[in-house]
């Protein structure tokens, strides 16, 4: 899930954020991450805790709350497919020196992630890539360091923040905590991918070590969340240079965060590892929405009925991937507004699924002892309370301005 995280959220979002607002944002990524982290943290806890995934735990509590995430899913899933394909692409064009157009790398990539899904060889390019990943998360840290020892740009003393509250500032600040460190749907997926792991591996383990695994993710997803929007302020915020609209634009301008605090001796070492931290999101989110598609199917057919999931599951790894090509031919090099629209979509879901989670984690299929503790139940509670909060915010900006 870390390795699906660090992906727009960061390299885009956090960046932009640093970039356009300097640290006056630094409050809402510490707070999407610290009231999300339940609802997260309650799909590796339910697997655990039953051996199911959370699609039948939906559909055992009630065919509303299979319903609220069917429609939340099919809702989402071309944009958050299309958001996370078209950065990947623009790095692609960065890495190779071929800058084809955006569709034209979106399919080249979607058509690659089909043939290592299909094949099932992504096991063996998942451990490379969370190498690499761990390459970028130093690297950033370490642009960070040199950043504040004053490399690169330095804000003129006249600049100003654009005002969070207005519509384009409330409008953005939604779009940053709705994939910040990634959307709470994330946890239907996180269980799917823990239940089959126990099945592979034949080993069931202990609460305490899931739970070490998923914090040491979660937590290093967001400090690395708070290193992209401390790069994004000490480089770019006061320069002068407006965050690229375009998928090309964005791609030079995050190599150049690199190039500018390390030297220009980084930027293949840096291109690389972007890419491959960004292939691993594509990946992950290509394979994702299928197998959430497959398990759905599973819980609404009538009892008795037998479905090929193998064959499903190839025939949705087709048909998703080729509805996000056709919306990213709509939309076109609309780099900005689709980013927006995949953040600012997931946001507003988030807290009906809050609940739906809040809900699931306590039914009484969950024994006791894997049931969440009282702090954790109240933060679960106040991440309802500011999910709505923020939900309410943004809608009433945009109703009323």
Known sequence: MAAAAIGVSHLVQSTRAGAEFGFALVWAVVLANIFKYPFLEYGPRYALATGKNMVEGYARMGKWALWIFIVFTVCTMFAVHAAVTMVTASLAGNLTGLHLPVIAWSSLILFVSILYLVRNTYALLDKAIKVLMVILAFSTIAAMVLAFLNVGYEAKPDILAPEVWTVSGVAFLIALMGWMPIPIDAAAWQSIWSVERMKQTGYKPKLKEVLFDFNLGYIGAALIALAFLTLGALVMYGSGEDFATSAAGFSNQFIHLYT??????AYFIIIICAFTTMLSTTLTVTDTYPRVLTKIVENVQQPGSKTDIKALYAYLLVGVSAGTLVLLMILGDRFRFLI??????????????????????HQPEVPVQYQPGRW??????????????????????????
């Open 260 to 265: 500018t605090a390390l030297g220009d001796w």
């Open 340 to 361: 927006d629209l995949a953040t600012t979509l997931s946001f507003l879901a988030a807290p009906v699924l809050a609940f739906m989670n809040h809900k699931l984690i």
């Open 376 to 401: 954790l139940y109240w933060l679960s509670f106040s991440g309802i309370i500011f999910l709505t909060i923020f939900a309410l915010i943004y809608l009433y900006w945009m109703i009323l301005y």
